[in-house]
């Protein structure tokens, strides 16, 4: 079975971290950009950030540049997104999805997600 597979959310206090994980199950993540969103209650999901394949170029939205950085690590299949300094704003499901490259509005697979609280 093709799919992605989200790891890492939980509860955390404003500023601190967290490191997601996208990890494939029965494909390799070597030829696909990986895109991080998110959706929080009542809003529209919307892009984080993304990695090409290579893992050469990466974008990020507005609201968490210079606090969340992805990176891969195509020998373990997997995708991270290490956010730091988060924000209750930050609070949303995350999924992870793979395409062809970040500029590629075409998603091949969709992870599960997994729940983000940032909550004193």
């Known amino acids: 079975q093709l799919q992605l597979v989200e790891s890492g959310g939980g509860l955390v206090q404003p500023g601190g971290s967290l490191r997601l994980s996208c990890a494939a199950s029965?494909?390799?993540?070597?030829?696909?950009?990986i895109g991080w969103f998110r959706q929080a209650p009542g809003k529209e999901r919307e892009g984080v950030s993304c990695?090409?394949?290579?893992?050469?170029?990466?974008n990020y939205a507005d609201s968490v540049k210079g606090r969340f950085t992805i990176s891969r690590d195509n020998a373990k299949n997997t995708v991270y997104l290490q956010m730091n300094s988060l924000k209750p704003e930050d609070t949303a499901v995350y999924y992870c999805?793979?395409?062809?490259?970040?500029?590629?509005?075409?998603?091949?697979?969709w992870g599960q997600g997994t729940q983000v609280t940032v909550s004193s």
């Open positions: 999805a793979s395409r062809s490259n970040c500029a590629s509005n075409f998603i091949d697979y």
């Open positions: 029965g494909f390799t993540l070597d030829y696909y950009a």
């Open positions: 990695i090409s394949s290579s893992g050469g170029s990466t």
